[in-house]
């Protein structure tokens, strides 16, 4: 029961945006986002185009660097990004230390901040000259800290990255070979996560890459500044909107429910509850990226197969849902998440990993609006005003005469 106009005219000229819904904090030149018309580019470039053409090195190049890469400078950054991949042995214990069921998502954070306690190059005299090395060592690293947190959370070895794998083929090699199943990575699997990485790889001044931005502009060294992005990410409002749409469907499954009643509980204006995976708060037509999602899903798909039933609820909501005029009328999609929540469950990714995926895609990103703020000569520090809304000067009355 804030007096909000009286608290207004009391304040002078700070403005009060909650969320910050209104207020451009920077200038950018990384990513273009077009709610009405549906429209996403990296950097110029659609999401479509760089879907179809690119892999997800290139597009963390394009987004880190600001151009594509040649085929050359492409192999040499692949490469390096290998020669980088391994963690220091005394990180490798480190993660022998969590408990077996931490949160991947809390063993990622702390070990990215770790990072600049193992490579400090960015304390030390010219951090400018180290810059390039700790983006690379991170880009590189981060993927090998998602893999392990998962093997640490299931408690098997740790498998080390191959040089002879790319990226992705990397990626899901340390997260599922073992010494007793000839494992491979799936191709198609391999093209999923290089399209969703991409899909995820930056969306403007969202909630995490806030905080990296803010923490940055303390001049806080690149990895506590994303250690800062991988917490604002955990969050089930942001990163964690996947994980909720598999827990969706899996209750439908287990308390028994139709997939009509779902959808009518979630008209019912009586009750809060809403379909996770439906409707965004910028893209009031197909998000462009579920559209490429839900073709990827497909694809996925016909290599799996429908493998459970929780295949067939998700088909069966997406279609009652999209033809529905309540869902129709308000603009309400279904949205990357629903798409990217499936396609990790078909690719038997565990659900507490999928936000530690949101964040290796999120990454470059986050990379990019990082350096961007470091060379923006009209930044300063993050510090937001506030409209102080509490108590009048008091005194203290003494402890033993408090009641
Ligand atoms: N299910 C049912 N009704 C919905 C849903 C939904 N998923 N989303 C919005 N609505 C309804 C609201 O009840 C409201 O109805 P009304 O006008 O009759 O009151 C109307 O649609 C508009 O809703 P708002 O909350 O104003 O829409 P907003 O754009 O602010 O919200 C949001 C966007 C938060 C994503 C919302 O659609 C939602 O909660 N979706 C489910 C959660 C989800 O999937 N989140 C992931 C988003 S994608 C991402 O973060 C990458």
Redesign the pocket.
Same mark, same amino acid.
Do not use: E, P, Q, T
């Given at each position: 029961s804030l007096d909000i106009a009286s608290l207004r005219k009391d304040t002078g000229y700070i403005t009060y945006d909650p969320g910050f819904i209104n207020t451009g904090s920077c200038m950018s030149s990384i990513c273009y986002i077009d709610g009405e018309k549906g429209i996403l580019r990296y950097r110029g470039y659609d999401i479509a185009d760089l879907v179809q053409n690119c892999d997800f090195i290139e597009v963390a190049y394009l987004l880190v660097k600001g151009v594509l890469p040649t085929l050359d400078e492409r192999s040499n950054y692949a490469r390096l990004l290998n020669k980088h991949s391994m963690l220091h042995t005394d990180m490798r214990n480190f993660f022998r230390s969590y408990p077996h069921d931490a949160h991947p998502m809390a063993i990622l954070a702390s070990m990215v901040a770790s990072l600049s306690a193992f490579y400090p190059e960015m304390e030390e005299k010219d951090p400018e000259d180290n810059i390039d090395l700790t983006v690379t060592r991170l880009l590189s690293k981060m993927r090998t800290i998602a893999a392990f947190s998962y093997r640490q959370s299931i408690g098997y070895d740790f498998v080390d990255p191959r040089y002879d794998y790319s990226y992705c083929e990397n990626f899901l090699n340390m997260m599922f070979s073992s010494p007793v199943l000839d494992y491979h990575p799936d191709p198609v699997h391999v093209k999923a996560l290089n399209q969703l990485l991409i899909l995820?790889a930056d969306?403007e001044q969202?909630c995490s890459t806030s905080a990296v931005r803010l923490v940055g502009s303390s001049e806080a060294n690149l990895y506590a500044s994303v250690a800062a992005g991988c917490c604002a990410l955990w969050g089930p409002?942001?990163?964690g909107?996947?994980q909720?749409?598999i827990e969706m469907l899996n209750k439908i499954i287990k308390e028994g429910l139709s997939v009509k009643e779902i959808v009518e509980k979630?008209?019912d #204006?009586s009750n809060t509850? *809403?379909?996770?995976?439906?409707?965004?708060?910028?893209? #009031?037509t197909f998000?462009p *990226?579920a559209r490429i999602a839900k073709q990827m899903c497909q694809e996925v798909l016909n290599v799996e197969g429908m493998h459970d039933s929780l295949m067939e609820v998700a088909l069966e909501l997406e279609d009652i849902?999209i033809h529905d005029d309540?869902?129709i009328e308000?603009?309400?999609y279904p949205?990357?998440?629903?798409y990217t929540g499936i396609i990790f469950h078909l690719m038997r990714i565990p659900q507490q990993m999928f936000t530690v995926l949101f964040a290796m895609g999120r990454l470059p990103g986050w990379i990019a609006h990082y350096l961007e703020w470091r060379h923006d000569p009209y930044q300063k520090i993050g510090r937001p005003r506030q409209i102080y809304a509490g108590p009048e000067t008091r005194k203290v009355i003494p402890l033993s005469l408090r009641t």
């Open positions: 995820h969306h969202n409002k942001h990163g909107a996947n909720a749409v979630a008209k #204006k509850f *809403r379909l996770s995976g439906f409707g965004h708060r910028v893209y #009031k998000d *990226r849902a309540y869902f308000r603009n309400l949205n990357i998440d629903f």
